[in-house]
T-cell receptor
Framework: GQQVMQIPQYQHVQEGEDFTTYCNSS?????IQWYKQRPGGHPVFLIQ?????EVKKQKRLTFQFGEAKKNSSLHITATQTTDVGTYFC???????????FGTGTRLTIIP | DAGITQSPRHKVTETGTPVTLRCHQT?????MYWYRQDPGHGLRLIHY???????DKGEVSDGYSVSRSKTEDFLLTLESATSSQTSVYFC?????????????FGPGTRLTVL
């Protein structure tokens, strides 16, 4: 299976600044899921996007699925120290039961 | 957190020895997965199961075997451990189909092969 590159791999932001991570695919996706993993912890589900152009919000987090269903983004507004961790996307393709994890974006917050 | 436990949580073993990791769930979910996580590679799927005695290979299945004799248990076996299998292993479960439903992850097992 081919891994999905997420960009950036690492991001250091000042507390209060915004943060965005992107997940890109060369093929059309059936859906995409986002997970967060705190340092030393396990991945925890955040959201699933299914529809073209879909936008979902969870407090300061905004998730977007591209119109062509080939890319997705996660944007955090006004970061807080609790946002520290690695954010992963998981993609699945139509008719393909193999999941592909993104390599993740590690977010560090500078207080 | 969903009812998923992994055992052992930490293990140190020597090259060439067999190792079995256990994943146990109390959610009665149909699908179970084994991943490994390594720096620079993120999470990679080793094997998954879509029912009792029904399993399939993932992206990095070489050197690993699995078994699922009961809904609640999914075992990952390294027949002859190698240093390249030093990693953190996560089990996950889902109720819906692969790629269509939320996955709930266990706490992980840190395996070191010397």
């Amino acid at each position: 299976g081919q891994q999905v590159m997420q960009i950036p791999q690492y991001q250091h932001v000042q507390e209060g600044e915004d943060f965005t991570t992107y997940c890109n695919s060369s093929t059309t996706l059936s859906n995409i899921q986002w997970y967060k993993q705190r340092p030393g912890g396990h991945p925890v589900f955040l959201i699933q996007l299914v529809k073209s152009g879909e936008v979902k919000k969870q407090k300061r987090l905004t998730f977007q699925f591209g119109e062509a269903k080939k890319n997705s983004s996660l944007h955090i507004t006004a970061t807080q120290t609790t946002d520290v961790g690695t954010y992963f996307c998981i993609k699945s393709n139509f008719g393909n039961e193999k999941l592909t994890f993104g390599t993740g974006t590690r977010l560090t917050i500078i207080p | 957190d969903a009812g998923i436990t992994q055992s052992p949580r930490h293990k140190v073993t020597e090259t060439g020895t067999p190792v079995t990791l256990r994943c146990h769930q109390t959610e009665n979910h149909r699908y179970m997965y084994w991943y490994r996580q390594d720096p620079g590679h993120g999470l990679r799927l080793i094997h998954y199961s879509y029912g009792v005695k029904d399993t399939d290979k993932g992206e990095v299945s070489d050197g690993y075997s699995v078994s699922r004799s009961k809904t609640e248990d999914f075992l990952l076996t390294l027949e002859s451990a190698t240093s390249s299998q030093t990693s953190v292993y996560f089990c996950a479960i889902s109720d819906g189909g692969v790629g269509t439903d939320t996955q709930y992850f266990g706490p992980g097992t840190r395996l070191t092969v010397l």
